[in-house]
């Protein structure tokens, strides 16, 4: 009862979410948590262990919240290639998660489109939950790689793992300042193509014909020597 209550209370958000005139309020975040926390109430996430429960609503909100806004695609537009984009690329690159929740991020997803699926918003999800089970490794390592990392993430893990406040607004802007000056400096160190080709001109390719000795076979294809065919004018010259 409390779960039909629950989605019925659901489907009146959603509704008045599409008739509501407050342009500050981000429809996509809204739209990704409702969702999120109706998975987390139906049978399906009930049935998951405790450890990946633990990291449900916030795994799914952020799939649904960067599917919409990156790829502009909802649940039931998911495919191989947008489950790769989003899996293997945004997630890494953007979503705060440790090693533990990014080895939860492929079970939870498998268990989200299951839900869909039971839900009728997706016909058949067996061929994209078996083409993305085996990309638990290849997540970890792109999340915990720094060069992977979107600006916002490596500024709020660096603000993590030092202990400071990452709403600090003069923390946030000489975080801005020094990306500016570390890609200034970096392209001050590459010299302008058009300077180098200036510096540097191309060096001229000069082709020599080898010369046929006077008794070889004429190149012709005569029979002759060549000093008896194509080659009886430099042997005129050369006596004279």
Same mark, same amino acid.
Request: aromatic fraction near 8%; charged fraction near 30%; charge should be negative.
């Given at each position: 009862?409390?779960?039909?209550?629950?989605?019925?209370?659901?489907?009146?958000?959603?509704?008045?979410?599409?008739?509501?005139?407050?342009? $500050?309020?981000?429809?996509?975040?809204? %739209?990704?948590?409702?969702? =999120?926390?109706?998975?987390?109430?139906?049978? #399906?996430?009930?049935?998951?262990?405790?450890?990946?429960?633990?990291?449900?609503?916030?795994?799914?909100?952020?799939?649904?919240? $960067?599917?919409?806004?990156?790829?502009?695609? =909802?649940? =039931?537009?998911?495919?191989?290639?947008?489950?790769?984009?989003? +899996?293997?690329? &945004?997630?890494?690159?953007?979503?705060?998660? $440790?090693?533990?929740?990014?080895?939860?991020? #492929?079970?939870?997803?498998?268990?989200?489109?299951?839900?869909?699926?039971?839900?009728?918003?997706?016909?058949?999800?067996?061929? +994209?939950?078996?083409?993305?089970?085996?990309?638990?490794?290849?997540?970890?390592? =792109?999340?915990?790689?720094?060069?992977?990392?979107?600006?916002?993430?490596?500024?709020?893990?660096?603000?993590?793992? $030092?202990? +400071?406040?990452?709403?600090?607004?003069?923390?946030?802007?000489?975080?801005?300042?020094?990306?500016?000056?570390?890609?200034?400096?970096?392209?001050? %160190?590459?010299?302008?193509?058009?300077?180098?080709? @200036?510096?540097?001109?191309? &060096?001229? &390719?000069?082709?020599?014909?080898?010369?046929?000795? @006077?008794?070889?076979?004429?190149?012709?294809?005569?029979?002759?020597?060549?000093?008896?065919?194509?080659? @009886?004018?430099?042997?005129?010259?050369?006596?004279?």
């Amino acid at each position: 009862d409390e779960t039909d209550d629950y989605e019925d209370d659901y489907l009146d958000e959603t509704e008045d979410l599409d008739e509501t005139e407050d342009q $500050n309020e981000d429809k996509d975040r809204t %739209r990704a948590r409702l969702m =999120a926390v109706s998975f987390c109430r139906s049978p #399906v996430a009930a049935a998951m262990p405790r450890e990946l429960r633990d990291h449900a609503s916030f795994l799914v909100e952020e799939l649904l919240y $960067n599917s919409l806004v990156y790829l502009d695609l =909802a649940p =039931a537009q998911w495919d191989e290639p947008a489950m790769r984009e989003l +899996l293997l690329d &945004i997630v890494p690159r953007k979503i705060l998660a $440790n090693v533990v929740m990014l080895e939860t991020v #492929v079970p939870v997803t498998e268990a989200f489109l299951y839900w869909l699926q039971f839900e009728g918003l997706v016909p058949d999800v067996d061929v +994209l939950t078996r083409t993305i089970h085996g990309w638990t490794d290849q997540i970890v390592a =792109a999340g915990n790689d720094p060069r992977n990392w979107s600006l916002n993430k490596q500024y709020m893990m660096e603000s993590l793992e $030092n202990g +400071l406040d990452p709403r600090d607004p003069q923390r946030k802007q000489a975080f801005l300042h020094q990306q500016v000056r570390e890609a200034e400096e970096a392209l001050s %160190r590459l010299e302008p193509q058009e300077q180098k080709e @200036r510096r540097e001109p191309p &060096i001229p &390719i000069v082709e020599y014909e080898s010369k046929v000795a @006077r008794n070889a076979p004429c190149p012709c294809g005569s029979g002759w020597k060549y000093k008896k065919c194509c080659g @009886r004018s430099e042997t005129r010259a050369s006596s004279d």
